[in-house]
């Protein structure tokens, strides 16, 4: 059983640039969540994706966007970025209906 | 709105010794699941123990168990025979059981740190 994947593991880019982070569920889950953590916090969720559709969203503005393909890999898009955008990105997997999510290792973006 | 809370910025304990990580939340759902996550220095979130707002007993997985106490609104994580490898951050997280649909993620605390002595 593969467990949930991300790319890349650190990226650096600079205010007003535009970011793709990337996701990889685990096999046989249907279902993706995105979350920020800045340091020193817990993650706050951004959104999530099922059946290539956002099925929820929390308190982030619309330059954060995503999508969902068929093989239910997932893309998180960041536009016009900002300092306080840097954090830790983490995907989620799990089966929708069930609580338990599983996470990815994360990306660590850093905005200068 | 959901709210997990966590009063214990950081923690020592000694080897071997049983660790409790406090817990409290606030929401109006009826039913939610609790959640309890690991977090070491290499940042993936590693899943420990769950709970469901109607489970009667409280979860155990292992070394792990959770007393949750609903009344009081607390969930907290209990560690037993705590090992040099234990040392990380643990969150407190929850979310609504939502059978009309939607989905709204989890809801973290911030975090208590960890750190089991020799």
């Known amino acids: 059983e593969t467990g949930v994947t991300q790319s890349p593991t650190h990226l650096i880019k600079t205010r007003g640039q535009q970011v793709t982070l990337r996701c990889s569920s685990q096999?046989?889950?249907?279902?993706v969540s995105w979350y920020q953590q800045a340091l020193g916090q817990g993650p706050q969720f951004i959104f999530q994706y099922y059946r290539e559709e956002e099925n929820g969203r929390g308190n982030f503005p619309p330059r954060f966007s995503g999508l969902q393909f068929p093989n239910y890999s997932s893309e998180l898009n960041v536009n016009a970025l900002e300092l306080d955008d840097s954090a830790l990105y983490l995907c989620?997997?799990?089966?929708?209906?069930?609580?338990?999510?599983?996470f990815g290792p994360g990306t660590r973006l850093t905005v200068l | 709105a959901q709210k997990i809370t966590q009063t214990q910025p950081g923690m020592f304990v000694q080897e071997k010794e049983a660790v409790t990580l406090d817990c409290t939340y606030d929401t109006s759902d009826q039913s939610y699941g609790l959640f309890w996550y690991k977090q070491p220095s290499s940042g993936e979130m590693i899943f420990l123990i769950y709970?469901?707002?109607?489970?009667?007993q409280n979860a155990t997985e292992g070394r792990y168990s959770l007393n949750f106490q609903k009344a009081r609104k607390s969930a907290n994580l209990v560690i037993s025979a705590s090992q040099l490898g234990d040392s990380a951050m643990y969150f407190c997280?929850?979310?609504?059981?939502?059978?009309?649909?939607?989905?709204?993620?989890?809801?973290f605390g911030k975090g208590t740190h960890l750190i089991i002595q020799p």
């Open positions: 096999s046989g889950h249907n279902t």
């Open positions: 989620a997997s799990s089966l929708l209906g069930l609580g338990e999510q599983f």
């Open positions: 997280a929850m979310t609504p059981v939502n059978s009309g649909g939607g989905a709204d993620g989890l809801t």
């Open positions: 709970q469901g707002s109607y489970d009667e």
